[in-house]
């Protein structure tokens, strides 16, 4: 009996390491598949544009060089797209937190009439489809004079349903008795949300901070449909303006790309762990 369960015990550590090496095999082919194809873009970058319109896997007859680089920023207008990306997202970030998270407070922490069904309205609006209001946003913006204006390519985008819900969770997992301690020493609604619910909630606030940074950062559609001055192009928008008038550009088009990319990699890079850490403790990994 002893020597069965032994060689039981023994299988089933196999199988485990099996499914762990398994595991760790398949990791190591998806890292591959996103790492080269970075890879291939910094390298292509890199090269002058007769070497970048050769084979893709040829070392350059010229050598390596910045001069893409050189170009992108010196020739065209990446750095006031990027600016104007920059001060597009950061405002975005700033105001979709701020009002998703005062949603989010009242939904979780007070009681009024229909507050169920305005709750419910909030998720249901997170199935429609981002695409099927352009049209009567546009109409919105164009009737209120705001389309070539920042104001109009941000304050469309500074509602998320889908924020609202991650940070009501969150806020559901803090002590009411906090806050009624609070009270009790007559601190209001609005100085018990900003001295006791946001300093605990930096997790979540900065978890959604970012994710919102980086969908403002990408967003194309809109930016696009809602703007036809130049000074106010976005990244997205002004690199597929380039593409359009100047031809395939190879390198040139590369490093476009890898600037673009840059700010966000660098953003996750820095705040990888305040990302998990905050869906961690929102309750949405059980879910």
Known sequence: MRAQNQRTSALTIGTSKAWTGGAITALIVLALMWVIPILWGVATSLKTEKDAAGPALSVPSQGWTLDAYVQVLTQGEIPRWMFNSFFVAVSVTILTVAISALAAYGFSRTEFRGRKWLFALTIASIMVPGQILIVPLFQQMNSMRLTDTFAGIILPQIVAPMMVFIMKNFFETIPQELEEA??????????????????????????VSIFVFIGAWNNFLWPFIVTNNPDLLTLPVGLATVKNAYGVQYAQSMASAILAALPLMVVFALFQRQIVKGFATSGMGGQ
Not at 189 to 201: E, K
Request: charged letters at 20%; a positive charge.
């Open 182 to 207: 609070a009270r009790i020493d007559g601190a209001g609604r609005m100085r018990i949300f900003i001295t006791i619910i946001v300093p605990l909630s930096r997790p979540i606030l900065m978890a």
